[in-house]
């Protein structure tokens, strides 16, 4: 597509469900990242793939986020037994290759968890 | 990873220039310095990008100095529309096993009238 997009735009979840944000990023890009952002806060990097691996998870919070991406292209990141302190903007970005050149974001995923 | 300094926030008037500087002492061999810039309710969009010296786009120019340990963006004649976050990053190039950017803070950019 024409830019990376991220579903649902917006979420509100009770604590305690889970949750599936997805990323579907620009065709061709074989880097894909996830950052988080808080309110009023910088971006905090979560995971970064390479295809369909994840060579760095090392901005995973705990062992209730996981992420995973299919054919090199679509990802989705799960959040288990969803806390207040989740609640953030979850933010997606690809690159043509990992670095620093261009990451293209998503418009984000606002999730709340009351 | 190389850590970044900004200011946390700006005040400028319309038309005028806009001088944001970044620190990175800690800036490594193989890092690019990349800047961009966010508004609300929207993801960071790529302004400009630079290894040394002077980078010029339609957008912004970014000037790094000999030592790399800092750089500063600097936006002409700024508008109103300019309001916005805007945060340095430095990052290792392309070598097959990058890792990720890291985003400070940012520095909150408040043009007026």
């Known amino acids: 597509g024409a830019g990376v997009s991220q579903s649902p735009s917006n979420k509100v979840t009770e604590k305690g469900k889970d949750v599936e944000l997805r990323c579907d990023p620009i065709s061709g890009h074989t880097a894909l990242y996830w950052y988080r952002q808080s309110l009023g806060q910088g971006l905090e990097f979560l995971i970064y793939f390479q295809g369909n691996s994840a060579p760095d998870k090392s901005g995973l919070p705990s062992d209730r986020f996981s992420a995973e991406r299919t054919g090199g292209s679509v990802s989705t990141l799960t959040i288990q037994r969803t806390q207040q302190e989740d609640s953030a903007v979850y933010l997606c970005?690809?690159?043509?290759?990992?670095?620093?050149?261009?990451?293209?974001f998503g418009s984000g995923t606002r999730l709340t968890v009351v | 990873l190389a850590k970044t300094t900004q200011p946390i926030s700006m005040d400028s008037y319309e038309g005028q220039e806009v001088n944001i500087t970044c620190s990175h002492n800690n800036i490594a061999t193989n890092d690019y310095i990349t800047w961009y810039q966010q508004f609300p309710s929207q993801g960071p969009r790529f302004i400009i990008q630079g290894y040394k010296t002077k980078v010029t786009n339609e957008v912004a120019s970014l000037f790094i100095p000999a030592d790399r340990k800092s750089s500063t963006l600097s936006l002409p004649r700024v508008s109103l529309s300019d309001t916005a976050v805007y945060y340095c990053l430095v990052g290792v190039l392309y070598t097959g096993t990058a890792s990720k950017l890291t985003f400070g803070t940012g520095t909150r950019l408040q043009v007026t009238l």
């Open positions: 970005a690809s690159s043509l290759e990992p670095g620093t050149d261009g990451y293209t």
